[in-house]
């Protein structure tokens, strides 16, 4: 890729940063990234930038949440333009001879052994959805985690062991038991009555 098409461009591969996000990582399920509109506004590529490239840049800063890894850019101007609707190469080499281009603030990182291009501003963003997601994440599972034991101790209470019901260890242990006999079915009263037996617990009834 030619010196014109990145504001910026290491001189050596040494020098180009290490992306801090892995391939593999997506937010495919997001439809929406957080817009500092404030921050755009006031800088100079809102002031210097005409408007065809802001629109191509903002479709670019939206195309990179599609990519592997999310946040990034193929160097490729081919690949580029290929997901932009009526772009020629004509064209698209016409607004990277505009200063600002579309890929402005846009550099090279490194993506394991790949090369890809990267946004500080876009990174930025995109560190802050995926933390909101690993948290959203957390937040299912341990509301999962808390309806299962929920359920678990009502079916040991009806099984007639209300106290072992609210014994948060034995409940612990007996779910672990189960969810290593039982990995993907359902637990019915039976499969439960059983786990408990195997745990020592008599009279059942």
Known sequence: MSA????????????????????GERLESHSFFQFHHNRYLNSDFFSLADWEVQGVALALWSLSRLQDPVGTLPTSPKLLIAKL????????????????????????????????????????????????????????????????MDRLKATVAKLGHAKLAANEMFVLQLDELLRETYPSES????RVKEAMERLGVANLI
């Open 85 to 148: 609707p009526r772009m020629t190469l004509e064209a698209w080499e016409g607004l990277m001879r505009r200063d600002p281009n579309p890929l402005h603030g846009w550099v090279q990182c490194r993506v394991g052994s790949e090369i890809r291009l990267m946004h500080s501003v876009v990174t930025e963003v995109t560190l802050e959805g995926l933390a909101r997601h690993t948290a959203n994440d957390d937040k299912k599972k341990a509301d999962a985690e808390r309806k299962r």
């Open 187 to 190: 637990r019915t009263a039976g």
């Open 4 to 23: 014109r098409t990145l504001s910026a461009v290491p001189t050596a591969v040494d020098d180009i940063p290490e992306y801090p996000i892995e391939k």
